[in-house]
Every structure is written in structure tokens, then in C-alpha cells.
């Protein structure tokens, strides 16, 4: 039994470490993940700001829109993590890692975790800036933002991985990203919030990234603010941890199924 766990453990933690090491040799990839979003929050609400209107909005656009960023950081750092797969594949070292005795789900859970701290630290150290946004960063707000942050992170990197294993190039890769995960965030609610009685309402609800930007947005406000549409931080939570089971499983099939090569 300790040998089996170790042949999961070990690979795992190995295949974890990795994925840290990469990140901390790519400098690019820090000011990529949160450079961009920055840009995005600082432009974007202050050119915006006053054209949104509504109680959903209230306290100003860039107020509303810093927890959208939050989610923008969380999804392009967990997503480019698993840009990794690809690479090593082309690189031969993916081939070596699955011919090993280790176990399939030590691979996708190595990858996972390692995606997901990189999202979960970036996201959290953009979070530090919430003041100036004008929201609360007490204790609470920072225990419930770890949460969704880890699932969340642990979620889009599972994701991410399903999309990049079948894939034998970057730019295949790059394409998925602007085809379906660009609009996923856009209705989200992180850039506009849903109306009731239209087709935002039912493209939030049925949109899994929509309840990423909720679990965030009710971190900050909590559930005793009118938020409209916006759901609890208990059922954001409940449909992310789903989300998050869904996909580790749709990553552990599509590698014991095999990678491009093997078709």
C-alpha cells in the first residue's frame, strides 16, 4: 500500500516542483499573467467607468470590474500553465513521463497543482491592490478568497489541460483560448453583469466561469450584498468544486486515452 502511494505522491509532488521551476526561469510569464489584466482594469474601467449604469455597479466600474480581473489573472495564468503539456510533448519528456510505472493520475494531479498555485498566487498578490479599488481585504475576505482561488485555479487548470492534451501545437492552443475561453469570461458577469429575463441570465447560469467571478465578487461583498443575479458564495463554491471534479476526470480520461500521437 505505502508503495502505491508513493508511486503517486512522489510523481506527483516531482511533476509539481517542475511546474514551479519552469515558471520561476519564464519572467515573461509573471508579467504576462498580471501586466495584462492590470492593463486591462486600469484602462478598460477607467474608459468605461462612465457608461455602466445600475445598482449592480454601484461605487463606480473599476470597483465592479476588479473582481472580474481577479478572474481575468486566475483564468490566463492556469490556462498558459498547462501551455506545458504541449511543450513537453514536443520536448520528449511527456513520452518518458507516461512509459514510467507512475500513476495517470499522478500526472494530471502534478499538473493540476502546480497550475494552481501558480493562479492562486498570482491572483492573490493582484488582490493586495482591492483597497485602492475601494473593497474590503479583512480577514474574512482573504480566508474565502483563498478558497475560491485554490478551486477555482485547481478548476481552469484541469480545463486547460483537457483542451491542451489532444493538441500538437502552441498556436492550435492559442486559438481554443480566443474561440471559447475569452467569451466564457466575457459573461461571466466579471465584465457585465447579467440581466434578468434576457439571454446574459441564462448564459451566466449555465457558464461554470460564472460562478468563479461569483465565489470572488461575494469574497469581497459577501452574501448579505444585493448583487443581483449574483449567487451565494456556498453555491458558487458547490458548482465550482463540480466543475473542478468534472474536468480532473475528463483529464484523466483523455490521457489514458492517449495524446495525439497515438492516433
Known sequence: ???????????????????????????????????????????????????????????????????????????????????????????????????????????????????????????ALFCLAAPWAGLPLDGAVVMRLLVVLLLGGFALTALGFVIAWPLESTQGFHVMMNLVLIPLWLLSGAFFPAR????TEWAAALNPLAYITAGVRRAFYGDGADLGLVPSFGAAMAVTLLFAAVMFVFALRVVRRGGPESR
Open 1 to 123: 500500500m505505502s508503495g502505491k502511494r508513493g508511486l503517486f505522491f512522489l510523481p506527483t509532488l516531482a511533476l509539481w516542483q517542475r511546474e514551479m521551476t519552469r515558471f520561476v526561469r519564464q519572467r515573461n510569464r509573471i508579467i504576462g499573467a498580471l501586466a495584462t489584466p492590470l492593463v486591462f482594469w486600469l484602462l478598460i474601467g477607467s474608459g468605461l467607468g462612465e457608461s455602466f449604469r445600475g445598482a449592480e455597479v454601484e461605487g463606480g466600474f473599476m470597483r465592479y470590474f476588479f473582481p472580474g480581473t481577479v478572474v481575468l489573472i486566475l483564468l490566463f495564468t492556469a490556462i498558459f500553465s498547462t501551455v506545458s503539456v504541449i511543450e513537453d510533448r514536443r520536448d520528449g519528456f511527456l513520452q518518458g513521463v507516461l512509459v514510467a510505472p507512475v500513476s495517470r493520475a499522478s500526472i494530471v494531479s502534478g499538473k493540476c497543482l502546480g497550475g494552481m498555485t501558480l493562479a492562486a498566487a498570482q491572483a
Open 196 to 199: 434578468a429575463g434576457t439571454w
